[in-house]
């Protein structure tokens, strides 16, 4: 398969002001992304955005960008119409959504995310990690993804949450916001409206759940630093200077 890796980037974060370009252990957030997806070696790497600022520091790094509209509702939307514009004739099959505020995901969980699109009836495949942390249980900023075992290390997805599910004894499993989008299933995605459920959790891959695209989940040994709130950012400069 032919991947095509998207950094959709926005700088309106409503609890991390123009948060792309936070800087961490001396270097943009953004940027310490880019590093991130192009040390996965899978593929182009373009990032999507609609800001000025964010496109200049890309491209002094040398960095690709796509200039996109500014009303997409979510990131596998802007990495739609950026591969849409990037790859015209669709020579990528296969569109890796990689969202802009994983700065410690490693190249080894960007690649995982490919063997289950393998299979045509997999429409998109994630990452998610158990979770250790009982605090994480109850954070809703931490997205919980409840699937049911189809083999070592992969489930397929029954649904995503910000509460804490499945109820009982058991795991819990950390998603984590790593998309790989088999390209006909990102355009059907696209071309939808925005589910009652996507809306009512604030989670894109809602969306395609309630479309029946089928979801496949790699697991993880430990879910990445992501950055959503301030102290995540503390959290992520400690996890970088670390490696």
């Known amino acids: 398969m032919s ?8 700088l309106g974060s409503p609890r991390i002001p123009r948060k792309p ?14 590093d991130r997806a192009r040390e ?10 609609d800001a000025p600022e964010v496109a200049d520091l890309v ?28 790859d015209p004739e669709g020579k990528a099959d296969v ?4 969202q802009a505020d994983l700065p410690t995901l490693s190249a080894e969980m960007v690649r995982s995310v490919l063997p289950p699109l393998q299979d045509d ?4 495949a994630t990452l998610a990690a158990p979770i250790v942390s009982y605090s994480q249980r109850s954070d809703s900023s931490v997205v919980k993804v409840v699937g049911s075992t189809i083999a070592e290390r992969r489930m397929r997805a029954l649904y ?3 509460a804490a599910a499945p109820w009982g004894d058991g795991p819990l499993y950390h998603h984590v916001g790593l998309y790989a989008w088999r390209r006909t299933a990102l355009t059907r995605f696209a071309s939808l409206s925005r589910s009652v459920l996507e809306r009512r959790e604030r989670l894109e891959q809602l969306r395609a759940l309630e479309a029946g695209m089928r979801i ?3 697991i993880a040994d430990d879910a990445p630093v992501g950055v959503h709130t301030a102290a995540d950012l503390v959290r992520a400069e400690a996890a970088l200077e670390a490696q």
Do not use: C, K, N, Q
């Open 3 to 10: 991947a095509l890796v998207v950094i959709p980037a926005r």
């Open 21 to 34: 370009l936070s800087v961490i252990a001396g270097r943009s957030l953004i940027l310490h992304v880019l």
């Open 40 to 49: 996965a070696d899978v593929g182009p790497v373009v990032v999507a955005t």
């Open 59 to 86: 491209r002094a790094e040398g960095g690709e960008v796509v200039m996109t509209r500014s009303d997409h509702t979510s990131g596998s939307d802007r990495a739609e119409e950026a591969a849409r514009l990037y």
């Open 95 to 98: 569109v890796i959504d990689f």
């Open 121 to 124: 009836e997999v429409a998109m």
């Open 160 to 162: 995503f949450t910000r």
């Open 216 to 218: 496949d989940v790699v």
